[in-house]
Protein backbone atom coordinates (compact mmCIF):
# COMPACT_ATOMS: atom_id res chain seq x y z
CA UNK A 1 0.00 0.00 0.00
CA UNK A 2 2.88 2.70 0.46
CA UNK A 3 4.35 2.10 -2.60
CA UNK A 4 0.77 2.92 -4.11
CA UNK A 5 0.59 5.92 -1.50
CA UNK A 6 3.84 7.05 -2.88
CA UNK A 7 3.25 6.54 -6.58
CA UNK A 8 0.24 8.71 -6.34
CA UNK A 9 1.90 11.52 -4.39
CA UNK A 10 4.49 11.24 -7.19
CA UNK A 11 1.93 11.60 -9.96
CA UNK A 12 -0.30 14.49 -7.65
CA UNK A 13 2.72 16.61 -7.82
CA UNK A 14 4.08 16.13 -11.16
CA UNK A 15 0.79 16.97 -12.22
CA UNK A 16 0.44 20.07 -10.65
CA UNK A 17 3.78 21.44 -11.45
CA UNK A 18 2.99 20.46 -15.00
CA UNK A 19 -0.88 21.80 -15.29
CA UNK A 20 -0.55 24.85 -13.29
CA UNK A 21 3.16 25.20 -13.12
CA UNK A 22 3.67 25.45 -9.19
CA UNK A 23 5.09 23.33 -6.61
CA UNK A 24 2.59 21.10 -4.51
CA UNK A 25 3.68 23.06 -1.47
CA UNK A 26 0.81 22.12 1.03
CA UNK A 27 1.85 25.17 3.79
CA UNK A 28 1.71 27.55 0.50
CA UNK A 29 -1.24 26.28 -0.51
CA UNK A 30 -2.77 26.38 2.56
CA UNK A 31 -0.84 30.13 3.10
CA UNK A 32 -2.58 31.55 -0.28
CA UNK A 33 -5.92 30.81 0.25
CA UNK A 34 -5.85 33.06 3.31
CA UNK A 35 -5.04 35.97 0.92
CA UNK A 36 -7.16 38.10 -1.36
CA UNK A 37 -7.32 38.28 -4.85
CA UNK A 38 -6.04 34.42 -5.87
CA UNK A 39 -7.12 33.64 -9.80
CA UNK A 40 -5.86 30.36 -8.89
CA UNK A 41 -7.60 29.06 -5.75
CA UNK A 42 -10.33 26.57 -7.31
CA UNK A 43 -7.34 24.01 -7.86
CA UNK A 44 -5.89 24.84 -4.68
CA UNK A 45 -8.58 24.02 -2.42
CA UNK A 46 -9.22 21.27 -4.43
CA UNK A 47 -5.61 19.72 -3.79
CA UNK A 48 -6.69 20.74 -0.22
CA UNK A 49 -9.80 19.20 -0.37
CA UNK A 50 -8.37 16.05 -2.16
CA UNK A 51 -5.81 15.30 0.76
CA UNK A 52 -8.44 15.81 3.31
CA UNK A 53 -11.44 12.92 1.78
CA UNK A 54 -8.86 10.37 0.47
CA UNK A 55 -8.65 8.68 3.67
CA UNK A 56 -12.20 8.12 3.63
CA UNK A 57 -12.41 7.12 0.11
CA UNK A 58 -9.88 4.50 1.15
CA UNK A 59 -11.70 3.40 3.77
CA UNK A 60 -14.88 3.52 1.79
CA UNK A 61 -13.13 0.63 -0.47
CA UNK A 62 -11.93 -1.63 2.11
CA UNK A 63 -8.74 0.11 3.23
CA UNK A 64 -8.05 0.07 7.02
CA UNK A 65 -7.12 2.89 8.57
CA UNK A 66 -4.56 2.57 11.19
CA UNK A 67 -5.44 3.86 14.88
CA UNK A 68 -5.06 7.34 15.78
CA UNK A 69 -2.87 7.94 18.75
CA UNK A 70 -1.75 10.82 20.76
CA UNK A 71 1.04 10.35 23.37
CA UNK A 72 1.27 14.03 23.75
CA UNK A 73 -0.42 16.20 26.05
CA UNK A 74 -2.78 18.75 23.89
CA UNK A 75 -0.66 21.80 24.87
CA UNK A 76 2.50 20.26 24.17
CA UNK A 77 0.77 19.11 20.44
CA UNK A 78 -0.52 22.52 20.14
CA UNK A 79 2.95 25.05 21.01
CA UNK A 80 4.54 21.81 18.35
CA UNK A 81 2.20 22.74 15.57
CA UNK A 82 2.41 26.50 16.15
CA UNK A 83 6.36 25.80 15.57
CA UNK A 84 5.98 23.47 12.61
CA UNK A 85 3.96 26.82 10.97
CA UNK A 86 6.91 29.01 12.23
CA UNK A 87 9.38 26.41 10.46
CA UNK A 88 7.66 26.43 7.63
CA UNK A 89 7.08 30.34 7.16
CA UNK A 90 11.28 30.43 8.30
CA UNK A 91 12.26 27.78 5.93
CA UNK A 92 10.38 28.91 2.73
CA UNK A 93 8.17 26.11 2.52
CA UNK A 94 7.19 22.40 4.08
CA UNK A 95 8.42 18.75 3.64
CA UNK A 96 5.75 18.35 0.45
CA UNK A 97 7.23 21.24 -1.18
CA UNK A 98 10.96 20.86 -0.55
CA UNK A 99 11.44 17.39 0.21
CA UNK A 100 8.57 15.85 -2.16
CA UNK A 101 9.01 18.14 -5.25
CA UNK A 102 12.17 20.66 -4.23
CA UNK A 103 14.28 17.23 -4.54
CA UNK A 104 13.02 15.85 -7.27
CA UNK A 105 13.37 18.98 -9.30
CA UNK A 106 17.29 19.33 -7.73
CA UNK A 107 16.68 22.07 -5.95
CA UNK A 108 20.27 22.94 -4.15
CA UNK A 109 17.63 25.03 -1.68
CA UNK A 110 15.20 22.41 -0.97
CA UNK A 111 17.29 20.06 -1.09
CA UNK A 112 19.56 21.76 2.18
CA UNK A 113 15.79 22.43 3.76
CA UNK A 114 15.13 19.21 3.76
CA UNK A 115 18.12 17.92 5.51
CA UNK A 116 17.70 20.58 7.80
CA UNK A 117 13.93 19.38 8.47
CA UNK A 118 15.63 15.97 8.85
CA UNK A 119 18.38 17.06 11.46
CA UNK A 120 16.29 19.14 13.28
CA UNK A 121 13.35 16.36 13.97
CA UNK A 122 15.92 13.74 15.00
CA UNK A 123 17.16 16.42 17.55
CA UNK A 124 13.68 17.16 19.06
CA UNK A 125 12.91 13.47 19.06
CA UNK A 126 16.08 12.88 20.85
CA UNK A 127 15.92 16.06 23.26
CA UNK A 128 12.17 15.68 24.21
CA UNK A 129 12.06 11.81 24.88
CA UNK A 130 15.52 11.47 26.28
CA UNK A 131 16.95 14.30 28.01
CA UNK A 132 13.04 15.88 28.68
CA UNK A 133 11.44 12.28 29.18
CA UNK A 134 8.54 13.49 27.16
Known amino acids: ?8 IG ?12 IAGVSGMLGSLLERDRSDTAWRVAFIVGLLIAPLVYRNFGGTLPPVVLDAPLG ?7 L ?3 GTRLGAG ?3 GHAVCGIGRGSPRSIAATLIFTATAMITVF ?8
Do not use: D, E, K
Open 127 to 134: VTRHVLGV
Open 94 to 96: CTS
Open 76 to 82: LLMVAGL
Open 1 to 8: MSLIGGLL
Open 11 to 22: ASTALVLVLNGR
Open 84 to 86: VGF
